[in-house]
């Protein structure tokens, strides 16, 4: 595994993590890392929102977590964003790169 810059906030209980998005994909899916960022693929275009709202709910569902627990803090008009995700683990996400990838 690469090492992915993850941020555990212990006092909101948050991981922090940048992830790279590439939309119009052909399948959803976490492509390894890239950079320092999880790379995800997306289905969804890049416009009205739509791999915003994909991105967000594809991690809500490998997560096994709901869709209001993940947030992106920055990035939302750029490829690379800074996710925000409540009530996981920092080991939780490390184990989506083994899995995924």
Do not use: H, W, Y
Request: glycine content about 6%; proline content about 4%.
């Amino acid at each position: 595994m690469n090492a992915l810059d993850l941020t555990v906030d212990l006092t909101r209980g948050t991981v922090t993590f940048p992830v790279r998005v590439q939309p119009r994909a052909s399948r959803d899916e976490i492509a390894g890392v890239v950079g320092g960022a999880m790379k995800i693929r997306l289905c969804a275009p890049a416009v009205e929102n739509r791999a915003n709202q994909a991105l967000v709910e594809f991690l809500a569902a490998v997560l096994k977590t709901p869709k209001s627990a993940v947030r992106i803090r920055s990035g939302e008009r750029s490829r690379s964003k800074q996710v925000e995700i409540l009530g996981v683990t920092r080991r939780q996400v490390e184990d989506l790169l083994q899995t995924e990838a």
